[in-house]
């Protein structure tokens, strides 16, 4: 069972789920606490708001994967990585969905975006939800005088901007809900620029309040770090000004002083054993998973679950026990992912990147029905495209326990990440240092056994291909082709982009998601996204 560490108290992460409510919380406090022990001791409920914080990210409800702490949404559907993955990636070249139901199919093909789409909603609340939450801790904390106060507040504040981040990205505006906010009042939108501002100014004081490292799966100085570079990476789309000078700073704080490093194996950081195996060396913050104590359809369970299917799959190779509540038959890869290793599934499976071996194409097969396709003509049929097999419920080393729910972390910021966001600053001539962005990259392909590149190699189109290769299906490729002016418009076409085969132009505001219906509805005060009305 993984223990989830809250300030060196170990507890099951149900067990911490569990326990009360903010209301629950909401007593005088008891003279002067010295350290945390004692204080939990008077509010035990506060351990159980704290770990809900970082649940949040993971888990749908604080009873198990058919609870929600949102009411109204759906508890399967609507937690927080798998609205990620649905809009980081589905909406992407690399992913698609097959399902099509009650609004996935207008996301994996780009078409028919409206406000009353269920998934943008369940996002958008799932942003406020952990915010809400965060100001609830910080709330708290403020009554108190502990020793560890001060931390405690810097990683909720974390949490919130982590939260607010996901805003500003998919939705571009909405109100900023602060602890000091009185209950009840309908704030007014904030604009992208002063959402920037606020996230700019909060990480940037949360930095140097945060420990180095506190714990797996907690937030430390490294995860301020990291998101601090990727609000700067994205600064041109954010604040219409370009600020990649600043992100390479920030990327190589994280490089030179996190203590972090990439672990051997690429396909380790994605088993069920990657907070223990070497890959935990290389993974900045993790959202955590777990068959027994935290299940979840939300979680890393709906990227391997959804990837699996009986027709042509072994899915107990994956850690999986197969059978239509288990192995879902849902995402499968297209060829703008697989085919940056090669043309054709030949190609594909005669590359020696290692990466290039993590998709499924049933190739040897002796039933011709039930070989997957390169080409992706229908995306609604299952053998069109190769399920991606990056993500698996098997352990790296030692044995594996079969399970319906994932035991796999996810790792929402890790190394290789950074090591590419710092060859990107400076390919865009940003500064840094040319053959230590090259080394980076050769690190990263030289784990997977890819060919090294050289200095006349880096340039910003080969490390937006590389980050394809190396982060597809972990929450970034959206992200990604907005900031490189690739996502809407024609100039860069992939498999049922605006709803046509090989793809074809969707409109300029497709680079936000609508405001949803339910949330104007509820403030009058918020307008919707140019485009939607």
């Known amino acids: 069972m993984k223990n989830f560490k809250i300030k060196g108290i170990g507890l099951g992460l149900v067990l911490l789920l569990s326990i009360g409510c903010t209301d629950d919380l909401n007593t005088e406090p008891k003279g002067k606490i010295k350290n945390l022990d004692q204080l939990l001791a008077e509010q035990p409920t506060l351990a159980g708001l704290v770990s809900q914080v970082y649940g949040s990210l993971a888990l749908s409800g604080a009873s198990g994967p058919g609870s929600t702490n949102v009411p109204g949404d759906d508890p399967g559907e609507s937690p927080f990585l798998r609205g990620i993955i649905n809009l980081q990636d589905f909406t992407a070249d690399g992913m698609k969905n097959r399902w099509g139901d009650n609004g996935l199919d207008q996301l994996t093909t780009d078409t028919d975006w409206t406000d009353s789409n269920k998934f943008f909603g369940y996002a958008y609340n799932r942003i406020y939800y952990t915010a809400t939450q965060s100001n609830a801790v910080i709330n708290q904390m403020n009554l108190y005088n502990i020793s560890s106060k001060d931390q405690i507040i810097s990683e909720m504040r974390f949490l919130r901007a982590l939260a607010y981040f996901y805003l500003i990205d998919c939705f571009g505006k909405g109100p900023l809900l602060l602890e000091t906010d009185p209950i009840g009042v309908l704030k007014p939108e904030a604009t992208r620029a002063q959402i920037f501002d606020f996230l700019e100014a909060e990480l940037l004081d949360i930095e140097p309040r945060l420990p180095m490292f506190i714990g797996y799966g907690q937030a430390n100085r490294s995860t301020a770090r990291m998101l601090l570079a990727k609000l700067y990476l994205n600064a041109q789309v954010y604040r219409g000004t370009d600020r990649y000078a600043d992100a390479l700073i920030y990327s190589k704080k994280v490089i030179d002083e996190g203590g972090y490093s990439l672990a051997p194996n690429f396909g380790s950081l994605f088993q069920a054993d990657n907070d223990s195996s070497s890959a935990k060396n290389e993974i900045i913050y993790a959202l955590i998973a777990d068959a027994v104590v935290s299940q979840s359809y939300g979680n890393t369970t709906y990227l391997i679950n959804g990837s699996l299917n009986d027709i042509t799959m072994t899915a107990t190779d994956y850690g999986n026990p197969g059978g239509g509540t288990n192995a879902w038959g849902g995402h499968r890869a297209t060829k703008a992912w697989y085919g940056l290793f090669g043309n054709s599934t030949a190609a594909l499976e005669a590359s020696n990147d290692d990466r290039a071996k993590l998709f499924f194409t049933g190739s040897a097969n002796p039933d011709p029905t039930k070989r997957h396709n390169y080409e992706m003509n229908d995306y609604k049929a299952w053998i069109d495209g190769f399920p991606a097999t990056k993500f698996r419920n098997t352990n790296f080393v030692g044995s594996t326990t079969i399970a319906s729910f994932a035991n796999t972390d996810f790792p929402l910021f890790r190394l290789a990440d950074v090591y590419l966001m710092y060859a990107e600053c400076v390919a865009r001539g940003a500064g840094g240092s040319v ?81 949803p219906l339910k949330a104007i509805q509820a403030n009058p005060n918020l307008t919707q996204n140019i485009g939607y009305n």
Request: glycine residues 12%; charged residues 25%; hydrophobic residues 30%.
């Open 435 to 515: 053959s230590e962005a090259v080394g980076y990259v050769n690190d990263i392909r030289n784990r997977s056994h890819a060919t090294p590149i050289n200095a006349s190699d880096l340039t910003p189109d080969f490390v937006l291909d590389e980050r394809g290769r190396e982060l597809n299906f972990e929450g970034h490729r959206r992200t990604d082709l907005i900031r490189y002016g690739k996502f809407t418009g024609g100039s860069y076409l992939w498999p049922w982009k605006g709803g046509v085969k090989d793809g074809t132009s969707i409109p300029l505001h497709y680079s936000l998601f609508p405001i």
